[in-house]
């Protein structure tokens, strides 16, 4: 009996030890193929995929030292408020894979005629619209949102706003992604009264880092993007629209 559970044992424990491979697999073709979905290639597909892995790592400063008010021109205009102009000092940032990548790769498709350019723009603010109601300010946290909201409201808006069902998966992409960065991140920034209410405790020492696109490779904007392409990829196939993968269209 017990030679029959040595190699159960250590088939259960090879089982667990590459679980994480196998999850780390998974999640790097699914988002290769999100990618290829709207029109890259397999080589571009994985450079982009793993840009955005490392980049997801890295922040660029927005300015040299740290921001204790609001701009000038905030101000007066917050003259009537009743809110203050003055809070915990913040040092603002770009994520690398987060904000740039994703900014990037939204202007390749429109170069390269993926997806009308009227109809991105009008599901990115759509989506910006959705994304900053619903998003709140979390003391010495950020600006949080709930995950499943950009991927479904980018995915809805692209399959209802295009006429072709092959650009819907590009329109996604860039709905999701320029969407919630505007309307989640940079609108939430500008908007008074959100900065004062991230401030951390009183006696927290550090000035609080806020990262555009910087909530993590599971938890940002990389993906958004994903989630958003696949949905709508889902959902142009179950509606008879057949594969979504991208070919070069002409946009009049």
Known sequence: MLELMIPFFLLLVILLLALPLIFIYLFIRITEEAFEQIGFGHWHASLMVFGSIIGSMIDIPLHSGVITTYPAF????????????????????????GCIVPVLVSIDLLRRHRAPISIAVFGALVVAFITYTMAEPVPNVGITLPVYVPPISAALAAVILCRGYRTAPA??????????????????????????????????????????????????????GVMAVLLASLVVYLLGGGSCRSRRISVS
């Open 74 to 97: 905030m101000v007066d205009l917050m003259g009537t408020m009743d809110v203050p102009v003055s809070f915990h000092p913040v040092r603002l940032l770009v994520n690398v894979g």
């Open 171 to 224: 329109i996604a992409y860039i709905s999701g992604s320029i969407g919630t960065l505007l309307g989640a991140d940079v609108m939430n920034l500008f908007t008074p009264g959100v900065l004062p209410a991230l401030a951390p405790p009183s006696a927290y020492p550090r000035p609080l880092a806020l990262s555009i696109g910087g909530a993590g490779i599971f938890d940002g904007i990389f993906l958004t």
